[in-house]
């Protein structure tokens, strides 16, 4: 990590040393962190791995406090932090996730208190179906048994469906809510790669992690519900139609299982 200054709420950088790996290109959320954890396990051997987005500010006490959690019980293979928004109605308590619900039945996922101001509702350690990848310690026994990020994703749902896959073996993920970060959300991407990567891989999760009844169900929901629930939401958050092309795109691809791992997207 590099060196940060004092932030809000005590939110602070750590001073550490720097190994720095230039891939080149763009690789994508799941191959580019790949890369690092291949290189942590094969030359750092350390006991976990931290996957943390470069757009957070972290508590000075949140990683000791996510080591603690995966200390506790082995069989936390994931844990993850209270993620505030950075900023939100010119505040810092907002809630972005307090660790995932996910459904494979409808194939979308909500964040516990998304959106709610912290009031200590969510201070409770539990576990959960996943964790937010802008900040999730990885216990490095778990990541040699089940396998890395899928470079298929390329990003989005990609941390999800590495949770699944820990869960079928037995490793659980802890929400830590003594670990706290605040993560400016989105800062690094646009919103149509985005539109278009979150469309079409949540077919990519359902087909890799539900079971034959379940997928029929997804597909029944999607047909019948998600399509218009998603249109609902874009036409409530976004100001214009510009969502429509790359929504449709990654509905497509979703449906034809195209899994291209293009750099930019649509």
């Known amino acids: 990590m590099m060196e940060g200054s004092e932030g809000k709420n005590g939110a602070t950088g750590i001073n550490r040393d720097v190994i720095l790996i230039m891939n080149g290109k763009n690789l994508g959320f799941a191959t580019g962190c790949n890369v690092g954890i291949e ?63 996910v459904s494979t039945l409808t194939g979308f996922s909500a964040s516990f208190g998304y ?42 749902w990609e941390e999800t469906d590495l949770c699944f896959r820990g869960r079928a073996l037995g490793y659980q993920c802890l929400y830590v809510p003594k670990s706290k970060i605040w993560h400016k959300v989105s800062a690094t991407i646009q919103s149509g790669t985005k539109i278009y990567f979150m469309t079409r891989n949540r077919f990519l999760f359902e087909r890799k992690n539900s079971t034959r009844r379940q997928f029929a169900i997804f597909m029944l929901c999607q ?25 449709l795109r990654g509905l497509a691809d979703g449906l034809r299982s195209k899994w291209t791992e293009a750099e930019s997207g649509p």
């Open 39 to 101: 290189y942590a396990l094969e030359v750092q051997k350390p006991n976990y791995v931290l996957l943390l987005n470069n757009d957070v500010l972290m508590e000075k006490s949140f990683l000791s406090e996510l080591v603690k959690a995966g200390e506790s019980d082995e069989k936390v293979g994931f844990a993850g932090p209270k993620i505030y928004f950075y900023e939100l109605e010119g505040r810092t308590d907002f809630i972005n996730s307090a660790g995932c619900r």
């Open 115 to 156: 959106g709610e101001i912290d009031k200590g509702q969510f201070d409770a350690p539990r576990y959960v179906d996943s964790l937010g990848g802008s900040a999730m310690l990885a216990r490095a026994n778990a990541l040699k048994a089940i396998g890395y990020l899928d470079p298929r994703f390329f990003a989005y």
């Open 223 to 247: 047909i019948s519900i998600g399509l218009s629930l998603d249109v609902f939401i874009f036409l409530k958050n976004e100001k214009d139609f510009k969502w429509l092309k790359p929504y």
